[in-house]
């Protein structure tokens, strides 16, 4: 019971009970109710102890007191302005204000907030004590010992691991201050790499002198094949057909790429492009990065594409390059029937972004990104020069509403600036990963962007089925008239096992004066393989 029918209310609140199994349960009832009762401003609890009147029934008394409901902590300008606003409790230069149910928290926040500065050791508190009835006055104590930086990382399980990822896109590297929480949110990243993956948390070792960085990893095959692969015989000549691409990942340790693609419809055109990726030149922030693409459309004109750039690692997310570009086109035609069709050759210097938010991927959820260039340069056939500008860009997200549900966007766009315009220098798109529905490349123009849809639907964790509504919007600057939007409608689905992912869709493609038709559906096939 209480001192006062107040008292003995406010206890029955937390006792909930007068009936206890055991003398023990009641023991521990009353010693959390106790402790309860302190974190609510009665520290000066009297009581006088058990009274026993039968081997069942036991009574003590409590004396609460008058409880504290304010404090007033003298800091003396000891905590820096930035933690202060932080804290978010009325301040002047001498005095933190808040109710006593608050100082723990604002001891915590105190704490944390040093600790992530690297003082991991330092002890904070109160001193100095004084209770003037319901107001308790203290003085802050802080007792900080050496900041902690780290000084030593050491990789387990994947001891090759290309460095330059942990100190240029993660900002882990020796020198940094200790920050637990922070180091942890950086190397979960390391999971969306591709190419490794964090076996456990990391721990760290503190010496007298030393702070030492244990990170754990574990190498993964990031090879990838995507395609299929047929062969035709057509008119007694052998031809390779098909659509693959080959990625070649992380081969040397250098997180470095090599890509391959090939594409041949069997019918009027065919395709082959490489590309290779260092991100981090000779353990430099600086990386480099090659393309070569050669495209021949029927027996019209052949395109020959190179270019090189240097990229620079901004954030671990966000990544600036130049570069260098070269177009060449070659007529292989004499025919006048060919209209705006020519040999031509152009130089452009460019300027990229690359945003890539570190995420992890499922069967239902892909990598986010978003791919920026913008191009400036001279186009020369025999006959004139002119001045181009090209932009273009590609970004595709994909939305989680649960662990089943998602929708999956996805943008290509491209636009080339120019007072004249060739036919063979026009942007082809189409086919998989533009415009479903139509074949690859099918389509050109000087602009276009395309909108792929799919809401996706995971059955199980290895199968899911999705919708496909696509749709672009393309205009060749030198008809003004000319433009176009055109559509696709279908259905797709995913099955994925340990080393393989299989994607089958099937699409019909129109355009908004033509009405729906069945044999215009497209299958579009794709197995992706990891080796």
Same mark, same amino acid.
């Given at each position: 019971?209480?001192?006062?029918?107040?008292?003995?209310?406010?206890?029955?609140?937390?006792?909930?009970?007068?009936?206890?199994?055991?003398?023990?349960?009641?023991?521990?009832?009353?010693?959390?109710?106790?402790?309860?009762?302190? +974190?609510?401003?009665?520290?000066?609890?009297?009581?006088?102890?058990?009274?026993?009147?039968?081997?069942?029934?036991?009574?003590?008394?409590?004396?609460?007191?008058?409880?504290?409901?304010?404090?007033?902590?003298?800091?003396?300008?000891?905590?820096?302005?930035?933690?202060?606003?932080?804290?978010?409790?009325?301040?002047?230069?001498?005095?933190?204000?808040?109710?006593?149910?608050?100082?723990?928290?604002?001891?915590?926040? *105190?704490?944390?907030?040093?600790?992530?500065?690297?003082?991991?050791?330092?002890?904070?508190?109160?001193?100095?004590?004084? *209770?003037?009835?319901?107001?308790?006055?203290? +003085?802050?104590?802080?007792?900080?010992?050496?900041?902690?930086?780290?000084?030593? *990382?050491?990789?387990?399980?994947?001891?090759?691991?290309?460095?330059?990822?942990? %100190?240029?896109?993660?900002?882990?590297?020796?020198?940094?201050?200790?920050?637990?929480?922070?180091?942890?949110?950086?190397?979960?990243?390391?999971?969306?790499?591709?190419?490794?993956?964090?076996?456990?948390?990391?721990?760290?070792?503190?010496?007298?002198?030393?702070?030492?960085?244990?990170?754990?990893?574990? %190498?993964?095959?990031?090879?990838?094949?995507?395609?299929?692969?047929?062969?035709?015989?057509?008119?007694?000549?052998?031809?390779?057909? /098909?659509?693959?691409?080959?990625?070649?990942?992380?081969?040397?340790?250098?997180?470095?790429?090599?890509?391959?693609?090939?594409?041949?419809? /069997?019918?009027? +055109?065919?395709?082959?492009?490489?590309?290779?990726?260092?991100?981090?030149?000779?353990?430099?922030?600086?990386? *480099?990065?090659?393309?070569?693409?050669?495209?021949?459309?029927? &027996?019209?004109?052949?395109?020959?594409?190179?270019?090189?750039?240097? &990229?620079?690692?901004?954030?671990?997310?966000?990544?600036?390059?130049? /570069?260098?570009?070269?177009?060449?086109?070659?007529?292989?035609?004499?025919?006048?029937?060919?209209?705006?069709?020519?040999?031509?050759?152009?130089?452009?210097?460019?300027?990229?972004?690359?945003?890539?938010?570190?995420?992890?991927?499922?069967?239902?959820?892909?990598?986010?990104?978003?791919?920026?260039?913008?191009?400036?340069?001279?186009?020369?056939?025999?006959?004139?020069?002119?001045?181009?500008?090209?932009?273009?860009?590609?970004?595709?997200?994909?939305?989680?509403?649960?662990?089943?549900?998602?929708?999956?966007?996805?943008?290509?766009?491209?636009?080339?600036?120019?007072?004249?315009?060739?036919?063979?220098?026009?942007?082809?798109? /189409?086919?998989?990963? &533009?415009?479903?529905?139509?074949?690859?490349?099918?389509?050109?123009?000087?602009?276009?962007?395309?909108?792929?849809?799919?809401?996706?639907?995971?059955?199980?964790?290895?199968?899911?089925?999705?919708?496909?509504?696509?749709?672009?919007?393309?205009?060749?600057?030198?008809?003004?008239?000319?433009?176009?939007?055109?559509? &696709?409608?279908?259905?797709?689905?995913?099955?994925?096992?340990?080393?393989?992912?299989?994607?089958?869709?099937?699409?019909?493609?129109?355009?908004?004066? +033509?009405?729906?038709?069945?044999?215009?559906?497209?299958?579009?096939?794709?197995?992706?393989?990891?080796?």
């Amino acid at each position: 019971m209480g001192n006062s029918d107040t008292e003995t209310k406010l206890l029955q609140q937390h006792l909930n009970s007068n009936s206890f199994k055991n003398f023990k349960i009641l023991e521990e009832k009353l010693l959390q109710t106790q402790n309860q009762l302190i +974190q609510q401003g009665y520290i000066n609890i009297e009581r006088s102890g058990f009274i026993k009147k039968n081997d069942s029934t036991y009574t003590e008394k409590w004396k609460l007191n008058t409880p504290i409901k304010n404090a007033r902590i003298k800091h003396n300008n000891l905590l820096h302005q930035e933690l202060l606003k932080e804290l978010n409790h009325k301040h002047d230069t001498l005095y933190i204000y808040t109710n006593f149910e608050g100082i723990e928290k604002l001891l915590k926040k *105190i704490n944390a907030f040093y600790t992530e500065k690297g003082y991991v050791f330092q002890e904070v508190g109160l001193s100095e004590i004084n *209770i003037k009835q319901d107001l308790l006055e203290a +003085q802050l104590k802080i007792k900080q010992q050496q900041q902690r930086k780290v000084t030593t *990382i050491e990789l387990k399980g994947y001891e090759s691991f290309p460095k330059a990822f942990l %100190k240029y896109k993660y900002k882990i590297k020796p020198g940094i201050v200790f920050n637990k929480e922070q180091i942890a949110k950086q190397t979960e990243k390391i999971n969306s790499l591709g190419f490794a993956s964090q076996i456990k948390p990391p721990e760290v070792l503190f010496t007298k002198d030393s702070t030492t960085l244990y990170l754990y990893l574990k %190498k993964k095959n990031a090879n990838t094949f995507d395609g299929f692969i047929g062969f035709t015989n057509s008119e007694g000549d052998f031809q390779l057909t /098909g659509n693959a691409n080959l990625l070649l990942k992380n081969n040397f340790n250098a997180g470095e790429e090599l890509n391959i693609h090939y594409l041949n419809d /069997g019918k009027s +055109q065919t395709q082959f492009s490489a590309s290779a990726k260092i991100p981090f030149l000779f353990n430099s922030p600086i990386g *480099i990065a090659a393309n070569l693409n050669i495209t021949k459309q029927d &027996s019209s004109f052949t395109n020959n594409t190179q270019e090189i750039k240097l &990229s620079y690692q901004i954030t671990p997310s966000i990544q600036t390059s130049i /570069g260098y570009r070269a177009i060449s086109s070659n007529n292989l035609t004499e025919s006048i029937l060919i209209q705006n069709q020519e040999d031509f050759s152009k130089t452009f210097a460019t300027l990229n972004l690359n945003y890539t938010p570190a995420s992890a991927t499922s069967l239902i959820k892909e990598h986010s990104y978003i791919e920026a260039s913008i191009g400036a340069g001279n186009s020369r056939t025999n006959n004139s020069k002119n001045r181009q500008v090209f932009i273009e860009a590609a970004a595709a997200h994909s939305f989680i509403l649960n662990s089943r549900n998602s929708i999956h966007l996805q943008n290509n766009t491209a636009y080339l600036d120019s007072k004249n315009y060739l036919t063979n220098e026009l942007y082809r798109f /189409g086919g998989t990963n &533009s415009l479903r529905g139509f074949t690859e490349n099918q389509l050109y123009a000087s602009f276009y962007t395309s909108l792929q849809t799919e809401y996706r639907y995971l059955l199980n964790p290895n199968i899911y089925i999705h919708s496909i509504i696509d749709f672009a919007n393309f205009s060749n600057a030198s008809d003004k008239k000319f433009n176009r939007n055109y559509y &696709s409608l279908g259905f797709g689905l995913g099955l994925r096992n340990k080393q393989s992912l299989l994607k089958l869709s099937f699409a019909n493609g129109m355009h908004e004066n +033509q009405p729906f038709n069945l044999q215009n559906t497209i299958v579009h096939i794709s197995l992706i393989i990891n080796f």
